[in-house]
């Protein structure tokens, strides 16, 4: 069985400051994937960024970034210069071979101007 | 990447009937998946679509509340059997492009579903 905990309910960042959202996983499967997505208040799904559990550099994509702590099952995004279209729940999520995801309860981030 | 449409967007039942949530990808892909979000939760996972078989459940869903079809790799519907207020949710519809290494799953938009 797979699971995801995020640990912050919510959080409140000033514009412009670096934010990161906490993720640790528990699994048995040797090989598996990480997510992370953005839901706006609209609902819709947006994926931010994808870790594998054997590539050898953390994730980067624009100013989302995964920091990967293998040993510590932790998968943090970190999210860099942060704005106010940021405002959003955030899930992290994982798979292991072709299953689907299973997700964490989520992070409500709040940018601040 | 992959564009997905559900129809309908939102809808409002009466218990005791059913709704059909369709999903359409632009491009052929391998995994479809379904997906619930109850009110103010976290997403869990219904069943994974198979083209060419039945769909795969997860503890604590059936067939005969959530029958699925996948006639083909663009395509897959979601019914809602025998309705009630607790299934008040959005549904949302996730695919697995045939291109595997990007490790993106692409979602929906949903479908917002509210029982009466």
């Known amino acids: 069985a797979q699971k995801i905990t995020q640990t912050q309910p919510g959080m409140f960042v000033q514009e412009k400051e670096a934010v990161t959202l906490d993720c640790t996983y528990d699994t048995s499967d040797p090989s598996y994937g990480l997510f992370w997505y953005k839901q706006p208040s609209s609902g819709e799904m947006i994926f931010l960024i994808y870790q594998g559990s054997y590539d050898q550099q953390n994730a980067t994509e624009g100013r989302y970034s995964l920091n990967f702590q293998k040993a510590r099952k932790s998968a943090n995004l970190v999210i860099s210069a942060s704005q106010l279209g940021d405002s959003a729940m955030y899930f992290c999520?994982?798979?292991?071979?072709?299953?689907?995801?299973?997700f964490g309860k989520g992070t409500h981030l709040i940018i601040q101007p | 990447s992959a564009v997905i449409s559900q129809k309908p967007s939102r809808d409002i039942c009466q218990r005791g009937t059913s709704l059909t949530i369709q999903c359409q990808v632009d491009s052929q892909v391998t995994m479809m998946f379904w997906y619930r979000q109850q009110p103010g939760q976290s997403l869990t996972l219904i069943a994974t679509a198979n083209q060419g078989s039945e769909a795969t459940y997860e503890s604590g869903f059936v067939i005969d509340k959530f029958p699925i079809s996948r006639p083909n790799l663009t395509f897959s519907t979601l019914t809602v059997s025998n309705l009630s207020p607790e299934d008040s949710s959005i549904y949302l519809c996730?695919?697995?492009?045939?291109?595997?290494?990007?490790?993106?799953?692409?979602f929906g938009e949903g479908s917002r579903l509210t029982v009466l």
């Open positions: 996730s695919a697995e492009p045939r291109d595997r290494n990007t490790g993106e799953l692409f």
């Open positions: 999520a994982m798979r292991g071979g072709a299953d689907g995801l299973t």
